[in-house]
């Protein structure tokens, strides 16, 4: 299956992500805040938000997922709230890269420094 | 789309990570040598091994990805090539989880300690 620039892609967030939030805390987790922060900012069309309970990478959180069908997907980590504009600018730039590529020096600086893993599409060739 | 039980799935390995290894070093790289060492170790029937450039989990490789369609995918880290019975066993536990997901205590330790991120099926309900 390949995909085409500009096609639906998915935001996942971790929504169970504690960061530096102490064990018991009683405030909303900061993987939370962050998917509200994006639901309230809102994002680039054809961008679909998804909460997931744990994307299991807690020692870099918070972090984001950005996939779709035939495409790279990416991890990104050390997010919160106040990134929302960084987070929606970089998915704008994977959703624009029909194999997910986004070249280097078009990422959001702190996509560039906290890559987390990239995994290819189930089709790539080997 | 749903997996079964014992169904193929993918275990990627990075073949460009150089882990330890000094820039520009001659020997092999530590992905390659992880890879070649999984290949003449075999593995469990139906877990396919595939060779990816690159993962970007370059802080902490090298670096192995398991998935298959409709199960979650996960992906390991701080590997080398004296772990491949680790990986074999891992890869079969992984093979034998319709969804991907490995009861805690099934999973080998290091993989245990070793989780990077783990990524929701594309299928998967919100």
Same sequence: chains 1, 2.
Avoid: Q
Avoid at 27 to 42: F, I, N, Q, T, Y
Avoid at 70 to 78: I, K, L, Q, S
Avoid at 88 to 104: K, N, Q, T
Wanted: aromatic share 4%; hydrophobic share 40%; proline share 8%.
């Amino acid at each position: 299956m390949s995909a085409a620039r500009g096609d639906e892609v998915e935001l996942l967030v971790c929504t169970t992500c504690r960061r530096d939030a102490p064990d018991g805390a009683e405030a909303a987790r900061p993987g939370a805040v962050l998917h509200d922060a994006l639901m309230s900012h809102g994002l680039p069309e054809n961008v679909r938000l998804k909460p997931v309970e744990c994307l299991s990478n807690c020692a870099a959180g918070c972090t984001i997922v950005l996939r779709g069908p035939g495409r790279w997907t990416y991890v990104y980590g050390n997010l919160d709230a106040s990134l929302v504009t960084v987070v929606a600018e970089g998915a704008a730039r994977y959703r624009d890269a029909a194999d997910g590529l986004v070249p280097w020096r078009e990422r959001p600086e702190h996509f560039r420094r906290n890559c987390i893993a990239r995994i290819p599409p189930l089709e790539a060739p080997e």
